[in-house]
């Protein structure tokens, strides 16, 4: 059983940039999908010339660090996250770019006066907040009246959930923000929600690298505490033509 509460378990698991980047460098070697998923979240932004843009949860900056050029005229962006180490690590992957500011922001307090933002972005940030109600009400409160504000969201299918099965371990009850329930929790403060699929899965060659990802969470300490070898046994078991085909399911609502 894990006795940690939920803010220990974040600062676990994001005060280590190489957390991150394992996670992220999985879905990058083996999702069919080409588009990209940071290329398919820029896609979805309208962002007009004098826009401010405040991301909550900004992670390695990586979107950015594609997409800052592209932004219209005169726009103002602050990027901020939870983890001192990861948004400085956002601050040395974007140093070439002057005009962006960098701040410490939990989304449950966000320091800025009401109708401070004309974008609000959380990507991946929401699952982890314990009073969604109150991070919600935050986001609301510094959001321009025509303001628009962008969450991208996991499903319940997702590689925990697939190892687990392979493992013949019974699924875990988890009430949380999610692509699922998500849309519902949004129309309870916002008066206009859209959802949008990512059609995404993996198809993996090497079982070694989900362990490596499981390694890299957390909250996974049940699938951690079992060796390496008996995963890789039970993942391989649905290995197909070379493959291990992984289900994902992701999505954004704005």
Known sequence: MNTMNNKELVDKQYSNINNLETRIGLHEKYSINKTGWINWIYSMYKINEGDSIIELGCGNGNLWNKYYTDLPNNTKLVLSDYSKNILNT?????????????????????????????????????HHIVDIEKALNEVKSVLKKDGRFYCAVFGKQQIGSFVRKALGLKEKEKDVFCLQNGE??????????????????????????????????????????????????????????????IPKEYGMSQ
């Not at 939990?106 to 109708?115: G, R």
């Not at 995404?200 to 070694?208: H, I, Y």
């Open 90 to 126: 956002a601050k040395m992957n974007l140093n070439h770019e002057e005009n962006i500011e960098y701040m410490v922001i939990d989304i449950q307090n966000i320091p800025f006066e009401s109708e401070s933002f004309d974008v609000v972005i959380a990507n991946m940030v929401l």
């Open 184 to 245: 519902n929790v949004l129309k309870e403060k916002f008066s206009i929600v859209n959802k949008h699929i990512y059609e995404d899965a993996l198809m993996v060659t090497d079982a070694k690298d989900i362990v490596d990802y499981i390694k890299s969470l957390s909250w996974a300490d049940e699938l951690q505490k079992i060796s390496d070898t008996d995963i890789i046994n039970a993942l391989e078991q649905y290995k197909g033509n070379g493959f291990i085909h």
